[in-house]
């Protein structure tokens, strides 16, 4: 695929456009599809995954937000360097967000890193009923749109470990709770689903869960 267009959505934050012939016949799997970014680095090839923030069929396109960490990876120093006509293989993946049934109390958790995931899954529900959607950021300066009808709720860390944020938003008095969707900081994701299973007697089945990075 080759880059099209370089979008600076922040100043850690982003967004590249690709085009290929692929995606104009691409179906989504789900609204948190992911791809597989087959990053060049000490000689070989690394595989690294993102969320596809929009898909644009006619023109065969899409959208990638990357969030540039400071200890950088190869896909990410590749991001950081890529310029409108970078080229780069992919591989086609497919979504892990699992609609519960109408009407169904959700939890959807996500740090800046899953928060284009977050965005394209709270975009996609009809109706704000029965969903709570809570999201991690480094500081007041990240701001992130994100659409549709479910409120998001914005927490900065701050200075305190990442994922801090998403283990207080569970460590409350439990509610009936029917599916979790928990993405973000490795350590914190554990954690999270820890407690959802042993405080809140949440079915693992419900959760659905993803390390998307890990701290220092």
Excluded at 109 to 128: F, K, N, Q, Y
Aim: hydrophobic share 40%; proline share 9%.
């Amino acid at each position: 695929m080759t880059v099209i267009a370089v979008t600076e959505l922040l100043p850690r934050l982003r967004r590249l456009t690709f085009t290929a012939p692929e995606f104009g016949g691409y179906a989504p799997a789900g609204p948190d599809e992911c791809f597989g970014l087959l990053a060049p680095g000490d000689g070989r090839t690394h595989l690294r995954w993102y969320t596809v923030r929009a898909h644009r069929p006619e023109p065969a396109e899409i959208d990638v937000d990357v969030v540039l960490h400071e200890h950088a990876g190869p896909a990410v120093q590749w991001s950081a360097s890529a310029v409108v006509g970078s080229t780069i293989d992919f591989r086609r993946s497919g979504a892990s967000y699992v609609p519960p049934e109408p009407g169904a109390a959700q939890l959807l958790l996500a740090d800046e890193t899953s928060m284009p995931a977050l965005a394209a899954i709270v975009e996609s529900l009809p109706m704000p009923d029965g969903v709570r959607a809570v999201v991690e950021l480094p500081d007041a300066s990240w701001t992130y749109e994100v659409g549709g009808v479910v409120p998001v709720e914005r927490r900065h860390r701050g200075s305190a470990a990442p994922g801090t944020c998403l283990v207080d938003a569970v460590a409350g008095e439990p509610y009936p709770l029917d599916y979790a969707w928990v993405c973000g900081e490795a350590g914190g994701v554990k954690t999270v689903r820890r407690t959802l299973i042993s405080r809140w007697g949440l079915d693992r089945r419900r959760i659905t869960f993803s390390g998307y990075w890990r701290a220092g």
